[in-house]
């Protein structure tokens, strides 16, 4: 399994971005939960989002509940997240996730709840 993620960039705050993941083809994404985390230089990888496999239960991290919205595309394997309204407080890296198992339930907030992650695509907020 091979997640890439994309969308990355330099964005004054109050400025918007789309990620995008996208699963090779050897995964059927529509079976599987996934999720997007960040990590900040010299923090800890945290919980942004998850989404259910067919995408219709999601739930986010307070810090940015009502600004980012997670999606996916089964139909194209590809999982996204809308951010809106970024802060100086949103830069990091932000890495999409795979469940490793099947489930129709949301794949969790924790990184060990994930069994494939992708390589990361740097967000940077600032003026």
């Known amino acids: 399994v091979q997640l890439q993620a994309s969308g990355g960039g330099l964005v004054q705050p109050g400025g918007s971005l789309r990620l995008s993941c996208a699963a090779s083809k050897d995964i059927d994404m529509k079976n599987y939960g996934m999720g997007w985390f960040r990590q900040a230089p010299g923090k800890e990888r945290e919980f942004v989002a998850q989404i259910s496999r067919t995408g219709g239960t999601t739930s986010y991290s307070d810090s940015v509940k009502g600004r980012f919205s997670i999606a996916r595309d089964n139909a194209k394997n590809t999982m996204y997240l809308q951010m809106i309204n970024l802060k100086p407080d949103d830069t990091a890296a932000y890495y999409c996730?795979?469940?490793?198992?099947?489930?129709?339930?949301?794949?969790?907030?924790?990184?060990?709840?994930?069994?494939?992650w992708g390589q990361g695509t740097q967000v940077t907020v600032s003026s």
């Open positions: 996730a795979q469940k490793g198992v099947r489930s129709g339930l949301l794949p969790g907030t924790r990184v060990s709840d994930y069994a494939y």
